[in-house]
């Protein structure tokens, strides 16, 4: 192999040897100086790795705490503009063909008038040539719904032009992208082969290698499809030029969401292995059916089919959808790839030593280990060397995404307005909306008892509107930072006596920010002092300019007291529907957001659902966040059960795995299979996410952290029942300091653990000691959730103890406390003999017989001890599970109170676990 000198590589880059001779020291090349010599292949490394685009950026992830593992990922911005062997492999590929329809119209009327805007849509809609850079737009550009359809828009039917590409290797891909942008006719205007072969052959100065396209053999049984297929391989690899072809890429924006999906999933690699021919034919079949219904496509091993009958856009986008994936490089092998892929994992897929991975890694300056997991475009780089092809995998996510691109296109029709109605407090909020239920023409319709579900429905004079219940700004943003957006206008209630207050500008701040138009309900208009102009003017600072003081804002002057204005109000509400012109599909599969959720005695699970689309019927099979369901039982705001609900309507579903939270997504599905994996995918995923955020310290992982170097410092959060407590554990704690870790303490104080010790812990980085005292179940909530390491101890040595055993790594407690069960004193009764008895209601799991019990009053742990007697009623009990009530005495404390709690717990023997 002819060896290339350093100087050599550096002239071609423009830069001097001795700049790239360092550069080359420093990332680790055996080079000793410009005049070394490198073999082709790490000549050509260099060329693609630091003389292309040397400020590629890495940008590391930790995923996996207890494992290490890192996922390491390229900046979709980098990644996009990197290798200009993209964009020539682009160019080779697929990208021509958009090009071609792109340049070859702008060329023709170019080579007419020189600088005259391109008459063509196509060009106007996709002019960025091979040479350009694709700008970051490049997926806005997707989403422009053309109505000119791009060559790649257009499935070429035509099955012998592949095969004649295929004959003529010299000139592969210029003639092959021809033959693909010579089938839509009414696309490429005035075509002249030769320019096409001009500007495609453009940017193939560089010359390739590694992820070059390998001509000469397709698979002639199924070149039907050659053509769409051809141009959608790249969408994979090359995200953002897939995007320029004027095909919304559905893999950007979801493996960008899905990003920590896959770590377990990548690991099933032989499952997914071989479905990957299935998958492959199954999509293949959705192409095909172009003018079929069905649809089919598999992620996991599940298979889902739904029998479209949507309109002509749904169709369109299935075709648009779905992603084809026919080998015309023969030669290469495909890997599906989820999200990541293990450095370990993707060796063993290509069938070499993980260690040949690790080093093109290097190559590319990303340190990495086996465990570690690159993502798509990282993985697609290295098998691209070793002869692989990266293919992106169709997650559960991807899957149902899919399905809601096929429900849409139905004919859509007005719906109620969704409102909410803020204001300050007492400035009538209750009162306006009370005022509004009366006015219900439903109201007196049989069977109906006002419900709390979290939003109703009121069927006025003027038209029906929906009402979310849950006045205040603080639901309605905690409902936005999930990303639900239900409300379609907000109603600003202000008192007419009181003016502009605090919360009202909290409220206009949160409405603006989520850009929901207001409507101003000036309110106690009745009262002698009301000053409604006076409202106006101090709206007005706000933005907030009345229509007849010139501006756009509707302002309605009420008293909810006398019930005025109360019917201009509701009309003015229509009239700001009318204008925002919402609209809804009533024959779709219905989709909306979980308004509130809560999990009910007797019926289990129950959740709120908004309907925002489609209608929701009895047995439909749904995903809620992240369980699923069977819709077994529907209620209306009235308590009044439902076969179906449409847009707009708010409903009480009963059937859920779990309860989800408020503002979660709510979608139909296929099938009961479809629910259950999607479920499952994203507990996964959140069960990932909680791991991934483990990289939190904690008494366990300190030891390991130390041996890394990550921690210098133990900071210690500890909240005692007294403050003698404090000091001796405060001062004790820090003596514990050595040469390798410090042990400070952050914050200290008396009384129970509350949230802010979590968030602060959170924050900084510090776990939270607590003497006699217990979280409540909330505060142990948030902790898991922030990943705080919380430890309640009795006595300073213990806790001091296994600070220090931490420290030396010798933490391995064989014992540990679990806690089962929670039950509130309710009542409290003397017993002859006995003592005093606790009349309990068990909140929490269950209580024992047997269980340890620690009486805990307002935070504080008053006392521990053992359970001396369980009853239920009269009879003796073993257990007792939450919901239920029972009698339970405490040895030898009689001291327990209405309100205490009792936390009964076992102790649990751990595992020792090998440091
Ligand atoms: N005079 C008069 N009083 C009213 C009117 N509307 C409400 N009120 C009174 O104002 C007080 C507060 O009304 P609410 O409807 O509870 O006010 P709110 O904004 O819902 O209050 P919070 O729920 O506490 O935020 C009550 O005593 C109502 O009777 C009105 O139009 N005129």
Known sequence: MSRVRVYELAKEAGMTGKDLADKLIAEGYDVKGHSSTVDEETAE???????????????????????GSTVIRRR??????????????????????????AAEPEEAA????????????????????????????????????????????????????????????????????????DQPAQTVVGEEPGKVQKESKKPKKVERKGIARVVGSIDLPIAEESGEEDRSRPKKAVRSTASKSGRPNLAVPIQEETTADSADRSRKKGKRGDDEEDDRDRRGKGLRGKGKKNLKFTHFDAEYQRGGKRGKRGRKADKRI??????????????????????????????????????????LGVMATMNQAVDVETATLIAADFG??????????????????????????????????????????TSILDAIRKTDVAEGEAGGITQHIGAYHVRSRAGDVTFVDTPGHAAFTEMRSRGAQITDLVVLVVAADDGVMEQTKEAINHAQAANVPILVAVNKIDKPNADPDRVKRELSDFGLIPEDWGGQTIYCETSAKNNVGIDELLENIQLLAEILELKADASRKAKGRVVEAQLDKGRGAVATVLVQDGTLRNGDYFVAGQYSGKVRAMRDDKGRPLKEAGPSTPVEVQGLSGVPQAGDEFI???????????????????????????????????FEKMAEGDVQELRVIIRADVQGTLEAFAKAAEELSTDAIKVRVLHE???????????????????????????????????????????????????????????????????????????????????????????????????????????????????????????????????????????????????????????????????????
């Open 388 to 429: 692989y092809e990266i293919e992106q995998g169709i997650t559960e996510e991807i899957g149902i995404q899919m399905l809601d691109a096929q429900e849409e296109g139905g004919e859509t029709r007005m719906r109620p307005p969704v409102v909410t109605v803020m204001g300050h407090v007492d400035h009538g909020k």
């Open 749 to 915: 104080g008396t009384g129970t653990i509350t949230d802010s010790d979590i968030l602060l812990a959170s924050a900084s980085d510090a776990i939270i000691i607590g003497f006699n005292v217990r979280p409540t179940a909330k505060i142990k909530e948030l902790a898991s959730r922030e990943n705080v390491d919380l430890r309640s101890y009795d006595v300073i040595y213990h806790a001091l103890d296994d600070i220090r055993k931490a420290m030396v790594g010798m933490l391995d407690p064989t014992f540990e406390e679990e806690v089962i069960g929670t039950a509130e004193i309710r009542d409290t009764f003397s017993v002859p003999k006995v003592g005093r008895i606790a009349g309990c209601s068990v909140t929490n799991g269950v209580i024992r017989r047997n269980a340890g019990v620690r009486v805990v009053r307002d935070g504080v742990v008053v006392y521990t001890g053992k359970i001396s007697s369980l009853k239920r009623f009269k009879d003796d009990a073993k257990e007792v599970v939450s919901g239920y009530e029972c009698g339970i005495g405490v040895e030898n404390f009689n001291d327990i109170k209405v309100g205490d709690l009792l936390e009964a717990f076992v102790m649990q023997q751990v595992e020792a676990k090998l440091e």
């Open 45 to 67: 490394k260099i060329r693609r790795t630091m003389l292309q685009n040397p400020e590629t950026e890495l940008v590391a992830k930790r995923i996996d705490g207890s494992q």
């Open 668 to 702: 139909v599905v296929t099938d009961e299979k479809m629910a259950k994996n999607v479920s499952q995918a994203r507990l996964m995923k959140a069960r990932e996410t909680e791991l991934a955020s483990g990289s939190k310290i904690s008494l366990d992982k300190l």
């Open 322 to 363: 779905v992603p084809s994936t026919i080998e015309m490089k023969a030669s290469k092998r495909k890997i599906t790839v989820f999200d990541t892929i293990s450095v370990s994992d993707l060796a063993a897929r290509m069938k070499i030593k993980a260690s040949e991975v690790i080093a093109k890694l290097m190559g």
């Open 76 to 101: 979709a911005t980098i990644i996009r503009r990197r290798p200009k062997t993209e964009e020539q492999e682009t160019a080779e590929d697929m990208e021509a063909v958009d090009e071609q329809a």
């Open 110 to 181: 170019g080579s007419a008038d020189e600088g005259a805007p391109a008459t063509s849509a196509a060009a106007a809609g996709d002019e960025t040539t091979a040479d350009q850079e694709p700008v970051p737009a490049a997926e806005e550009q997707a989403s422009v719904p053309g109505e000119t359809a791009t060559a790649a828009d257009l499935q070429p039917e035509d099955e012998g032009e592949a095969p004649a590409a295929a004959a003529e290797p010299e000139k592969p891909a210029a003639q092959e992208e021809k033959q693909l942008a």
